[in-house]
C-alpha cells in the first residue's frame, strides 16, 4: 500500500466517522456535563477576559483544574443554559483530529523501529482506522466533559509526533534533534497534563515505545533520555505510588478501600481489553456506582483469574520485545496509560474514557498479522476481510450513536442494565416522577432503600419524591436520618438534600409543614460521619440558614449563615448569603455579614480568589452603597 493510497482510504475512514457521529449531535447534557459547564453561567454572559479567566481557572474535576479544556468549551458557548450539539460536534473533531495525528504517529514510529515502507503505511491506516471507528469510543466522544480526555490525548499524540520527527535528526543534526524532542516533550506534556492529569505520563509513554525499539541505531544518548524521559516517568510515577495506603477506611466516600481497588481493576483492566478486542454496541455506560467490589484474591474468582492474565501478559510483552515489537508496544503502552487512573488514586472504578488514550495502539498487532496474513493467502482475501472488519465497526459505532442521541432513552437503558446501580435506579424513579408517576416512583424508591440499604442517594431521594408528592411525614425525616447514620458518605445525597431544601423554602404551603422537620435531619447528619466531609460541613450551617430564613425565624438565620461564612471563606459564596439576607428585607443583618465576610476576604490569600481582587473591590462596594442607601430609606420612612 502506498503512501497516497493509505492517506486517502483514511480520509474516507475519517469522512464515514464524521457521518456516524453526526446523528448524536441532537443529544442533550448529561452526568458530569451539568457541573463542570454550568458555571458558564454564573456571570451572566462570558463576554470579557475577566470573566473567561475566572471560569478557565476555576475547575475542579482534577488537582490542575483542567484549565486548558475549561477554555476549550469557550469556542462553544459563553453561557449556560446551552445547547449540547455544538459541544458535540467540536468533539467529534477533535476525535478526527486525534486520529489524523495517530496516523501519523504510528508512521514515524514504525520508520524508527525500521520497517519496510510498504508495511507502514499498511500498519498505520489499519491500525489508526479500527481506533477512529471503534463504538467503544463513542462514550468519550459524545460525553461532552470527556473533551478532557481528548484533548490529554490530543496533546500526548502531538508530543509524540514531535518526539518522532525530531528523533529523525539524531544522525545529521544531533542538538537540534535534542532541542526539539525536549522541547515536544516538555510542551505537550504541560498541555495533555492541563488538560487531564493522565497527560502527565506522557514522558512514560514515550519511554516505552523508545523501550520497545527494535532498532538500536541512532538512539537517544542516556544521558538525555535519563533526565528527560526517566526523571519525569519516575517523578509522576513517585507522585502516584506516594498515595500507598492500605487502611480499612481510607476514603470514607468510597465504598472500596486500596486493596480493594487494586483487586477489582485487575477485572476491570480485562474487562476493558474484551471490550477493545471483541467490540460491542454498547458498554456498560457511566453508572458503575454499582460494579461488584472484589473483596480478595478469591472474592469473586475471577479476580485471581484476571491477575494472572495481566501477569502472563505483561510477562509476554518483556519476554516477546525483539520478536513482536509491536505486540509489546499495544500492551506496554495500554498499561503504562492505565497508571494514574487504574491503579491506587481513589478515583470511582470503572469509566470506558480511560481507555481512549491507553489504547491507541492496541490494533497495531492485529494491523500486523493481517499484513503477515496477506503473505500467506490471496491478498484480496484479506482486504476483504479489512473491509468486513471496519464495516462492523461502523456498523457498530453507527447503531451506538443513534443510542446516544436520544439521552433520556440513553440513561433509560443503562438503568435497566445495571440494577446494582443507586445512581441508575434514582434516574428510573426520576423518569417515574416525570412522567406524572409521583406515587409510583416512590413506592419504587421504596423497594430500592430495601435493596440497597447502603444507599445515601435513594435513602434522601426517597424523601425527596414523598416531599414532592407533600405525602411525607415526621416519621420519613426520622427513618431517613436513621437510615443516614449506617451509610457512607455521597456527594449526590448531599446534592438531594440541597434541592430538598431549595423546594422547601420556596414554597409557601411546604415551608411551614416541613422546614423544622429538614433542620432536625440536618442537626441529626451533624452528629454522624457525614460532618467528616467536608462537603457537609460547610452546607450544613447554610441550609438551616436558607430554612430559618424562609420561616422568618431571622436570629437563627444569620447564626447559620454568620457559621456558614466561616467555613465557606470564599467570598463569591460568602456575597451571596449576604444577598439572600438583603433579599429577604434584612438588610441591616445583611450590613453585618458584609462587614465580616471581608474581614475574611482581606485573609485570603490572592491566588484562591476565583476573580481579581480588584474586581471584589467594585462588589463589596457597590453591595455597601446599595444596602446603605436601603437603610437610610427604612430609617427616613420611620
Known amino acids: 500500500m502506498s503512501k497516497n493510497q493509505s492517506f486517502s482510504l483514511l480520509l474516507l475512514v475519517l469522512s464515514i466517522t464524521f457521518i456516524i457521529y453526526s446523528y448524536g449531535f441532537k443529544a442533550d447534557f448529561i452526568f458530569d456535563d451539568y457541573p463542570n459547564l454550568q458555571d458558564l453561567g454564573n456571570y451572566g454572559d462570558i463576554n470579557t477576559w475577566d470573566k473567561a479567566k475566572n471560569f478557565i481557572s476555576n475547575g475542579f474535576s482534577g488537582p490542575t483544574g483542567r484549565p486548558i479544556s475549561l477554555a476549550s468549551f469557550l469556542l462553544n458557548d459563553n453561557t449556560w443554559p446551552s445547547i449540547a450539539s455544538s459541544f458535540k460536534y467540536t468533539n467529534t473533531l477533535i476525535h478526527l483530529l486525534n486520529g489524523l495525528f495517530l496516523y501519523w504517529a504510528i508512521i514515524l514510529i514504525l520508520q524508527s523501529y525500521k520497517y519496510k515502507v510498504e508495511k507502514i503505511f499498511w500498519i498505520a491506516f489499519?491500525?489508526?482506522?479500527?481506533?477512529?471507528?471503534?463504538?467503544?469510543?463513542?462514550?468519550?466522544?459524545?460525553?461532552?466533559?470527556q473533551r478532557m480526555a481528548q484533548l490529554a490525548t490530543l496533546f500526548s499524540l502531538i508530543g509524540i509526533v514531535g518526539y518522532f520527527k525530531a528523533r529523525q535528526l539524531l544522525m545529521n543534526k544531533p542538538l537540534q534533534a535534542y532541542f526539539y524532542m525536549a522541547i515536544s516533550i516538555g510542551i505537550c506534556t504541560v498541555l495533555?497534563?492541563?488538560?487531564?492529569?493522565?497527560?502527565?505520563?506522557?514522558?512514560?509513554?514515550?519511554?516505552?515505545?523508545?523501550f520497545c525499539n527494535p532498532n538500536k541505531e541512532n538512539k537517544p544518548i542516556w544521558q538525555w533520555r535519563a533526565l528527560c524521559l526517566w526523571l519525569p516517568s519516575i517523578l509522576v510515577l513517585y507522585i502516584i505510588f506516594r498515595e500507598l495506603n492500605f487502611s480499612e477506611n481510607l476514603w470514607p466516600n468510597r465504598n472500596f478501600n486500596q486493596v480493594e481497588r487494586l483487586y477489582s481493576e485487575s477485572r476491570i483492566v480485562v474487562e476493558y481489553l474484551y471490550h477493545l478486542i471483541i467490540p460491542q454496541i454498547e458498554g456498560r455506560g457511566l453508572y458503575q456506582d454499582g460494579y461488584l467490589i472484589s473483596k480478595s484474591l478469591m472474592q469473586p474468582i475471577t479476580t485471581l483469574y484476571s491477575i494472572l492474565f495481566l501477569i502472563v501478559l505483561l510477562f509476554l510483552?518483556?519476554?516477546?520485545?525483539?520478536?513482536?515489537?509491536?505486540?509489546?508496544?499495544?500492551?506496554?503502552?495500554?498499561?503504562?496509560?492505565?497508571?494514574?487512573?487504574?491503579?491506587?488514586?481513589?478515583?470511582?472504578?470503572?469509566?470506558?474514557h480511560r481507555n481512549y488514550l491507553s489504547a491507541l495502539f492496541l490494533f497495531l498487532p492485529i494491523a500486523s498479522g493481517l499484513y503477515l496474513l496477506r503473505e500467506k493467502i490471496e491478498p484480496k482475501l484479506v482486504i476483504f476481510i479489512i473491509f468486513i472488519i471496519l464495516s462492523l465497526l461502523a456498523f457498530f459505532s453507527f447503531e451506538r450513536v443513534k443510542l446516544w442521541g436520544d439521552s433520556e432513552k440513553l440513561q433509560l437503558y443503562w438503568a435497566k442494565n445495571t440494577p446494582n446501580s443507586a445512581r441508575a435506579q434514582n434516574v428510573l424513579a426520576s423518569y417515574?416522577?416525570?412522567?406524572?408517576?409521583?406515587?409510583?416512583?416512590?413506592?419504587?424508591?421504596e423497594s430500592q432503600v430495601k435493596h440497597k440499604p447502603e444507599s445515601a442517594l435513594l435513602n434522601m431521594q426517597l424523601l425527596l419524591h414523598k416531599i414532592y408528592t407533600n405525602s411525607a411525614v415526621e416519621k420519613d425525616f426520622l427513618e431517613t436520618s436513621e437510615r443516614l447514620k449506617q451509610q457512607a458518605f455521597d456527594a449526590q445525597a448531599v446534592q438531594a438534600l440541597r434541592n430538598i431544601t431549595e423546594y422547601i423554602a420556596e414554597d409557601d404551603g411546604l415551608k411551614f409543614k416541613y422546614a423544622l422537620n429538614l433542620i432536625n435531619l440536618i442537626d441529626r447528619m451533624q452528629n454522624t460521619h457525614h460532618n467528616d466531609i467536608s462537603v457537609?460541613?460547610?452546607?450544613?450551617p447554610y441550609l438551616k440558614a436558607q430554612l430559618y430564613l424562609s420561616l422568618k425565624d431571622y436570629d437563627n438565620a444569620f447564626e447559620n449563615y454568620d457559621i456558614a461564612i466561616k467555613r465557606y471563606n470564599d467570598i463569591e459564596s460568602n456575597l451571596m448569603m449576604v444577598a439572600e439576607l438583603a433579599s429577604a428585607g434584612r438588610e441591616s443583618d445583611a450590613q453585618n455579614l458584609l462587614e465580616k465576610s471581608e474581614i475574611l476576604y482581606l485573609a485570603q490569600n490572592e491566588k484562591t480568589l476565583r476573580r481579581s481582587k480588584s474586581e471584589y473591590n467594585m462588589e463589596i462596594s457597590r453591595i455597601k452603597k446599595l444596602l446603605l442607601t436601603e437603610l437610610a430609606q427604612l430609617n427616613k420612612a420611620k
Request: proline residues 3%.
Open 317 to 352: 510483552a518483556f519476554i516477546l520485545k525483539n520478536r513482536f515489537p509491536l505486540f509489546s508496544v499495544a500492551i506496554l503502552f495500554f498499561f503504562a496509560a492505565h497508571m494514574m487512573e487504574s491503579t491506587v488514586l481513589g478515583l470511582e472504578l470503572y469509566f470506558e
Open 192 to 210: 495533555a497534563t492541563y488538560s487531564k492529569e493522565n497527560g502527565a505520563l506522557l514522558p512514560l509513554l514515550i519511554l516505552v515505545l523508545e
Open 536 to 540: 457537609f460541613w460547610r452546607v450544613a
Open 126 to 145: 489499519i491500525a489508526s482506522s479500527i481506533w477512529i471507528l471503534h463504538p467503544y469510543f463513542v462514550s468519550t466522544t459524545l460525553y461532552v466533559v
Open 432 to 445: 417515574l416522577l416525570r412522567s406524572g408517576k409521583a406515587y409510583e416512583s416512590i413506592i419504587f424508591l
